[in-house]
T-cell receptor, first 116, second 110 residues
Framework: DTGVSQDPRHKITKRGQNVTFRCDPI?????LYWYRQTLGQGPEFLTY????????KSRLLSDRFSAERPKGSFSTLEIQRTEQGDSAMYLC??????????????FGEGSRLTVL | GQNIDQPTEMTATEGAIVQINCTYQ??????LFWYQQHAGEAPTFLSY????GFEEKGRFSSFLSRSKGYSYLLLKELQMKDSASYLC???????????FGTGTLLAVQP
């Protein structure tokens, strides 16, 4: 396993269209996170999963955003009716959380969304 | 509430030492991470502190004071490739959620 992979790396779409991003975490990791990052800012937490259960969803996520991790492996983040303010880098990260592991996050390369 | 503060930008000279400070407030605390992020790339892990004191990894070391809600990252023998954004992040103990600061953009000059 070479790490966290995300697809697509870049997406340009018109306002009002739907987009979906996919994340494949490191296989033995039990936690998967989605963050959003805009230029000059740190990553902002969006949501995360413990196996297939979605444990928390940020107030940053409107009803247009939905994330799934159907079998506790890969995850998808869908944005419906995109707006220009959704333009950002969407980062996925995974971690192994256990009694003796701090849960260091390993990030993917990100999916950059541009909404025209 | 949760709040992470770090300087927005810093400049240092090649070969020198630079210290990047971070203060944090979280509802629960289970450790402090430092990540490095080059422009257009994903963040990469640098260090983790959960107990007071220092952690050293080559040219990079980090310090934590839990009582003061304070950490710093120390970079020695600076190289041009160290020009990047350095992200401070606190691990919320209750949710295991990592909360990031805005990052400190370090420019290393010849």
């Amino acid at each position: 396993d070479t790490g966290v992979s995300q697809d697509p790396r870049h997406k340009i779409t018109k306002r009002g269209q739907n987009v979906t991003f996919r994340c494949d975490p490191i296989s033995e990791h039990n936690r998967l996170y989605w963050y959003r990052q805009t230029l000059g800012q740190g990553p902002e937490f969006l949501t995360y999963f413990q196996n297939e259960a979605q444990l928390e969803k940020s107030r940053l996520l409107s009803d247009r955003f939905s994330a799934e991790r159907p079998k506790g492996s890969f995850s998808t983040l869908e944005i419906q009716r995109t707006e220009q303010g959704d333009s950002a880098m969407y980062l996925c990260a995974s971690s192994l959380v256990g009694l003796y592991t701090p849960g260091e996050l390993f990030f993917g390369e990100g999916s950059r969304l541009t909404v025209l | 509430g949760q709040n992470i503060d770090q300087p927005t930008e810093m400049t240092a000279t090649e070969g020198a030492i630079v210290q990047i400070n971070c203060t944090y407030q979280t509802s629960g605390f289970n450790g402090l991470f430092w990540y490095q992020q080059h422009a257009g790339e994903a963040p990469t892990f640098l260090s983790y502190n959960v107990l007071d004191g220092f952690e050293e990894k080559g040219r990079f070391s980090s310090f934590l004071s839990r009582s003061k809600g304070y950490s710093y990252l120390l970079l020695k023998e600076l190289q041009m490739k160290d020009s990047a954004s350095y992200l401070c992040a606190a691990l919320d103990g209750a949710t295991n959620k990592l909360i990031f600061g805005t990052g400190t953009l370090l420019a290393v000059q010849p």
